[in-house]
């Protein structure tokens, strides 16, 4: 039997619902992050912001969700909420249902200047990735007149940042077609012109051949689900992808690639650069977004930046990134 969630031991949670409630909250962020290990005995809980929904996530159970809800309402003392939703991530298939208020499931959020179609209750993610923020405003800061690639690309919404910025065109690639149309419907949302976005609904490891009749692309972004039953095993799979890189990059091609495992850290990724794609070297670590702090950041979300080796000579090249990552091959 779980233990109840007592007053003293959320005293945090309530301190940062009160804090994130005392303005009006229009952009779509996380709001709390048991997941980091920084509150003691709320490792399981974490809430996200999707106005005017509030989704609960659980990955453990607890004994009094009443005591959460409360604390989520009598935070919110400009009544933005109209709705709170519970999803259960640690029972089969993530079931989710609304607590409190209206039912409302399919929302469009905003981020900064961007919009994303949300799906809340249908499947276990709810099609945005919050801790990716800060990698989509490097991406519209960084795109213009680029040729950009993004590799399980899921929803779009790193190519959505891309055309925002002023990237010349997009491909993406993810073997869900439901995906794809998602993604295709969140560059509708943002009115961004169908003859720049290339899409390819398939499975990577088929699709190099017409991968490359979009390319060679000036960034690539590399963001394989950890471990996808019949599709991509990071331990196993990333490499084969990485030994590609060089038939699709432009010179100087920036290369994004990411690593979401608690069991796999940073060096793991470095290393396998280091072995199957020598010549793109790392320059940077990129941020998550800071709700996401995590006590152990080696088992969160790694985001490094990758650039071909003609530009490389531009760029220090005794980077402390490559100190001796060699395991992990």
Known sequence: MPPPLQSDMYAHFRDALTAFFAATATDARRVFHGRGHLFPSLEHICIDWYPPVVLISLYGEITSPDSLIESILSADKLQQIDSIILQKRFEHGAPAETVWGEKITDILVS???????????????????LDMRPLREWIQQNSRGKNVLNLFAYTC????????????????????????????????????????????????????????????????????PTRQRGSF??????GAVLRKLGQLSKPGANVIATLNSPFLE??????????????????????????????????????FRFVYQAEFDAVESKNPLYSGFNDGL
């Open 111 to 129: 981020e900064g200047s961007l919009q994303f179609r949300v799906r809340l209750c249908k499947q276990q993610n709810s099609g945005l990735f």
């Open 157 to 224: 919404s790193l190519s959505v940042a891309a055309l925002a910025g002023g990237a010349r065109q997009v491909t993406n690639v993810d073997m869900s077609k439901t995906s794809i149309n998602w993604g295709l419907e969140n560059h509708k949302l943002n009115q961004q012109d169908p003859r720049q976005i290339k899409s390819i609904p398939h499975n990577i490891f088929r699709s190099w051949g017409r991968i490359k009749q979009f390319g060679r692309y000036d960034t690539i972004i590399i963001d394989p």
């Open 233 to 238: 095993d990071a331990e196993k799979n990333y």
């Open 266 to 303: 940073g060096e793991f990724l470095l290393g396998k650069f280091e072995h199957h794609a020598p010549e793109f070297k790392a320059i940077e670590e990129m941020p998550v977004a800071p709700e996401f702090s995590d006590k152990f950041p080696e088992r969160a979300l790694k985001i």
